[in-house]
């Protein structure tokens, strides 16, 4: 990892899954973040740019063009396009977010493009992710879902993180808030 004053910046890589290859963001990519973040089944959960705004194709282009390369190199994390190897098709998006690097803790946040869900696609990406971070030596890995976010939390625990509890009115949506549900991975529970 390079050290940037007190921050660090992970290593810039693609990570190869049995089904998947996650890469960096590029510019043909952009129909297809737009077409999935507008969909209202991610919308519901992920409130893209933010509670009450709606998602415009600027948001696409700029998210593949600035804002998901400059997470890495701001130190904040690593973004990943995740591709089906078979077609190249874009399938969601992986990302390790919210570095804490005095603690070496970190998140997991993801979505899968409607085209996609239900084939565990989202799950394959999570483990290769959260394996990885703790090769990085990451100490604790964390996902946060809606707790009325079945799917999601669904994911967590087939990517083998334990549940710890609840952070109540944590998440603003486009609807109210939500509380989330806190799961984790350590080193320790790979044994
Ligand atoms: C949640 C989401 C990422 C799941 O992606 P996916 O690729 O369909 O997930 P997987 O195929 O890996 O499914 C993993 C498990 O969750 C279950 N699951 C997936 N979606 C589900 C749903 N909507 N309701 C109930 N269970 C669901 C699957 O059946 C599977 O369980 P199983 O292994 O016991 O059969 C996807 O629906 C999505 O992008 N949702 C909108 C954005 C979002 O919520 N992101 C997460 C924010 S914390």
Request: net charge negative; with cysteine.
């Amino acid at each position: 990892m390079t050290t940037t004053h007190d921050r660090q910046i992970l290593p810039s890589v693609i990570l190869e899954t049995e089904r998947l290859r996650l890469r960096a963001f590029v510019e043909d990519d952009i129909d297809d973040v737009y077409a999935s973040c507008t969909d209202p089944g991610l919308q519901r959960w992920i409130p893209l740019p933010g509670p009450g705004v709606p998602y415009t194709r600027e948001e696409a282009e700029a998210w593949c063009r600035e804002t998901a390369p400059a997470l890495r190199t701001g130190g904040d994390g690593q973004q990943w396009a995740m591709v089906e190897r078979a077609t190249g098709r874009l399938v969601g998006s992986m990302g390790l977010v919210r570095v804490q690097w005095a603690a070496m803790n970190t998140e997991v946040g993801y979505w899968t493009a409607p085209w996609s869900r239900g084939r565990g696609y989202a799950t394959e990406g999570a483990v290769a992710v959260s394996r990885w971070a703790l090769e990085q030596g990451f100490r604790r890995v964390e996902i946060k879902a809606a707790t009325g976010n079945t799917g999601s939390r669904r994911v967590a625990e087939r990517a083998g993180f334990t549940l710890e509890g609840v952070e109540r009115s944590a998440m603003p949506l486009h609807e109210g808030r939500a509380d989330l549900a806190v799961y984790s991975l350590l080193p320790t529970d790979l044994g």
